[in-house]
């Protein structure tokens, strides 16, 4: 079964703190796409990055950074120096073929993470 | 500009009222899809269509149903309209369906529409 697990509901941090959230995900396919999506308290739900299975390569935008690691099913989500405006609730999702060969899109249950000034 | 539009932002209906919700995306994608997130932050896939085609239906009340009148709007329909049903509802979009309807690219989503059933 295809399942998203974000263990951390909330985190909070002090502005200029960095900070990591995390994923790990359950799927039987060989092929399959991770994604990380923010929201802000406006609502609206912003892509941040995907990246396939065959690709373990880290990736770095701005203060932005992800930690792929297949070996421990884990797609790891690093903010540095954090910013208020980063405030939001992160969510990780994994697509997958799907039993059915259907394309699924599951997401975690997101973690909130507030930046105190 | 938007990408992803819909119609309307808020919802206030009364229980066992027909509404729909309207979603457009001008990107081209040959995907569309619409989410559920309830209260507490848990998203959902409801449906996606593509080139037209129910590609993904879950286990959805058969009282929502979307219609496509053309590849570039997914509109939900929702029928007898009951509490639980409250929740904030969100259209997407991708582009790349590949083999077989699977699409990995990333979806793009619209602001979402916020229907509270009383």
């Known amino acids: 079964a295809q399942k998203v697990t974000q263990a951390q509901t909330e985190i909070s941090v002090v502005e200029k703190e960095d900070v990591t959230l995390d994923c790990v995900y359950e799927t039987r396919d060989t092929t399959y796409y991770l994604f990380w999506y923010k929201q802000p308290p406006s609502g609206e739900l912003v892509f941040l990055i995907r990246?396939?299975?065959?690709?373990?390569q880290n990736e770095i935008s701005g203060r932005y950074s992800w930690n792929f690691q297949k070996s421990t099913s884990s797609f790891n989500f690093t903010i540095t120096a954090s910013q208020v405006v980063d405030s939001a609730v992160y969510f990780c999702?994994?697509?997958?073929?799907?039993?059915?060969?259907?394309?699924?899109?599951?997401f975690g249950t997101g973690t909130r993470l507030t930046v105190i000034p | 500009d938007t990408a992803v539009s819909q119609t309307p932002k808020y919802l206030v209906t009364q229980m066992g009222n027909d509404k729909s919700i309207k979603c457009e995306q001008n990107l081209g994608h040959d995907t569309m899809y619409w989410y559920k997130q309830d209260s507490k932050k848990f998203l959902k896939i409801m449906f996606s269509y593509n080139n037209k085609e129910l590609i993904i239906n879950e286990t959805v009340p058969n009282r929502f149903s979307p219609k496509s009148p053309d590849k570039a709007h997914l509109n939900l329909h929702i029928n007898s309209l009951e509490l639980g049903d409250s929740a904030v509802y969100f259209c997407?979009?991708?582009?790349?369906?590949?083999?077989?309807?699977?699409?990995?690219?990333?979806?793009?989503f619209g602001p979402g529409t916020r229907l509270t059933v009383l």
């Open positions: 990246r396939n299975s065959f690709d373990e």
């Open positions: 999702a994994l697509s997958d073929r799907g039993e059915t060969g259907a394309n699924n899109l599951f």
């Open positions: 997407a979009s991708s582009q790349g369906t590949g083999l077989a309807g699977r699409s990995y690219n990333e979806q793009f």
